[in-house]
C-alpha cells in the first residue's frame, strides 16, 4: 500500500480519497476507521434529575451500567446518559475501551493498576472513583496503554 499526503494551503476543507483496484478487507477496514473518526463527537449529553448538562468526554472517567442505567463519571459526579453501553462502545473510539462487562474507561484519565489474581483495579487523576478490568480485557488495555505511551 502507498500513502501520500498532499498539503494544500488553499483547501478549505480536509478530503480523503482512498484509491484502489477493488474493495478488500484492508480497504474497507481503513474506511470504517475514517468515517468512525469523523463522526467522533466531543461532547455528550448528561442529565442530573431534569437537568441536560453537556459533557466534555476528556473530563469523563468512565461510564459504568447501574441498575440497567448507564452513568458517566467525571471527578466529583455521575450523570444519566440516554445510550446503552454497547452504543457508547461504537460511538467513542480512541480513547475509550471497553475493560468489563459492565464499564467503557477513558484511557487518557488513567494515573494507576493495581494488578491481583483475580482482577485489574484502576485510579483516575485527582478522583476518589475507582474501577475494575476484568481478566478478559486486562491484556488489550496493556496494549493500549503502551501504543499510547508510545506514540507521546
Known amino acids: 500500500m502507498k500513502v501520500n499526503l498532499d498539503l494544500d494551503p488553499d483547501q478549505n476543507d480536509t478530503q480523503i480519497t482512498i484509491h484502489a483496484k ?81 464499564t467503557i474507561l477513558n484511557l487518557d484519565q488513567i494515573y494507576a493498576l493495581t494488578r491481583s489474581i483475580s482482577n485489574c483495579q484502576i485510579e483516575f487523576y485527582d478522583s476518589y472513583k475507582t474501577v475494575y478490568v476484568s481478566r478478559r480485557y486486562y491484556r488489550e488495555l496493556r496494549q493500549k496503554l503502551e501504543e499510547r505511551r508510545l506514540s507521546k
Not at 37 to 45: F, L, Y
Not at 76 to 91: A, G, M, T
Open 22 to 102: 477493488s474493495l478488500t478487507p484492508e480497504v474497507e477496514h481503513l474506511y470504517h476507521l475514517l468515517t468512525q473518526e469523523s463522526n467522533h463527537p466531543d461532547q455528550i449529553e448528561g442529565y442530573i434529575d431534569d437537568k441536560a448538562y453537556y459533557l466534555n468526554l476528556n473530563e469523563i472517567l468512565f461510564f459504568e451500567t447501574d441498575s440497567k442505567q448507564v452513568m458517566a463519571h467525571t471527578k466529583r459526579q455521575s450523570f444519566l446518559v440516554k445510550h446503552k453501553l454497547y452504543e457508547l462502545e461504537k460511538l467513542l473510539v480512541g480513547q475509550f475501551m471497553r475493560v468489563s462487562k459492565s
